[in-house]
């Protein structure tokens, strides 16, 4: 018996249905020791961002942190033990995820930033890395599935829709350009661009508004084509959602 294939009734093998399975009471309890851990351990890290929680729980905080991390190390070296095909797991989008579940806070805890001229961006990107726990729970989760089944299936309509939107906001940014100009605040065509995407998708920061009648007969045309082309998607992925569920 080889490596990749390892004896039914082994350690390896029970340990695999225990982790990558769920029909098992052992492996439904299994996900849902570690659905509570990255939970919990996400809020964590939230709040030990908010620094007057960070004054006095601070030791605390970085304690849980150690603790998670070695249980997250645990899960993901064990993943790797009991994978017969470890390859293919590792570099998964789920193995990767799995990964980023650890490493980022193991540099964190074993780098301080004084000692090792780590700058504070960079710390605050590993901190915020380990946000990337809450991805694990997309694994345990049925209905995610049928989502990315639905996305899959409907991708092209969605590229296609996606560069029609791009082709839309640069003749009608460029288009706003030239009606409004520089003197109104449209000081460029990208800027122009990025005033119809906030238009366009009914966000409005206000930031860029139009100044002459043309121009706001423009925004007001641009804003009402926002709400049917924010349905479009939509429709996209119900549909897929619906061919799904008649295939099933």
């Given amino acids: 018996m080889n490596a990749a294939s390892p004896a039914p009734n082994s350690a390896r093998t029970r340990t695999h249905e225990i982790i990558f399975g769920s029909?098992?009471?052992?492996?439904?309890?299994?996900?849902?020791?570690?659905?509570?851990?990255?939970?919990?351990?996400?809020?964590?890290?939230?709040?030990?961002t908010v620094e007057s929680l960070n004054l006095s729980y601070g030791p605390y905080f970085r304690t849980l942190e150690w603790v998670f991390t070695v249980l997250f190390f645990?899960?993901?070296?064990?993943?790797?033990?009991?994978?017969?095909?470890?390859g293919a797991y590792v570099f998964s989008f789920f193995g990767l995820v799995d990964l980023i579940g650890w490493?980022?806070?193991?540099?964190?805890?074993?780098l301080p930033?004084?000692?090792?001229?780590?700058?504070?961006?960079?710390?605050?990107?590993?901190?915020?890395?380990?946000?990337?726990?809450?991805?694990?729970?997309m694994a345990y989760i049925q209905e995610a599935e049928v989502l990315a089944r639905a996305l899959r299936a409907g991708s092209r309509k969605i590229a296609v829709f996606l560069f029609a939107v791009v082709t839309l906001v640069i003749l009608l940014g460029s288009l706003m350009y030239l009606i409004e100009?520089?003197?109104?605040?449209?000081?460029?065509?990208?800027?122009?661009?990025?005033?119809?995407?906030?238009?366009?998708?009914?966000?409005?920061?206000?930031?860029?508004?139009?100044?002459?009648?043309?121009?706001?007969?423009?925004?007001?045309?641009?804003?009402?084509?926002?709400y049917a082309i924010i349905a479009v998607p939509t429709g996209i992925v119900?549909?897929?959602?619906?061919r799904d569920d008649q295939n099933n």
């Fill in 23 to 48: 029909d098992t009471r052992a492996g439904k309890a299994f996900d849902l020791v570690l659905i509570l851990s990255i939970l919990i351990s996400t809020l964590l890290n939230a709040l030990d």
């Fill in 113 to 137: 930033g004084p000692a090792f001229l780590i700058t504070l961006r960079t710390v605050r990107i590993i901190r915020v890395l380990r946000i990337f726990r809450i991805l694990k729970m």
């Fill in 181 to 226: 100009g520089p003197e109104n605040g449209f000081t460029s065509i990208p800027v122009s661009v990025y005033w119809a995407v906030v238009t366009l998708t009914t966000v409005g920061y206000g930031d860029i508004s139009p100044q002459t009648p043309p121009g706001q007969f423009l925004a007001s045309a641009i804003m009402i084509l926002g």
């Fill in 74 to 86: 645990i899960e993901y070296a064990l993943r790797v033990w009991s994978c017969p095909k470890r």
């Fill in 103 to 110: 490493l980022p806070s193991l540099i964190g805890l074993l």
């Fill in 238 to 242: 119900s549909a897929e959602f619906i």
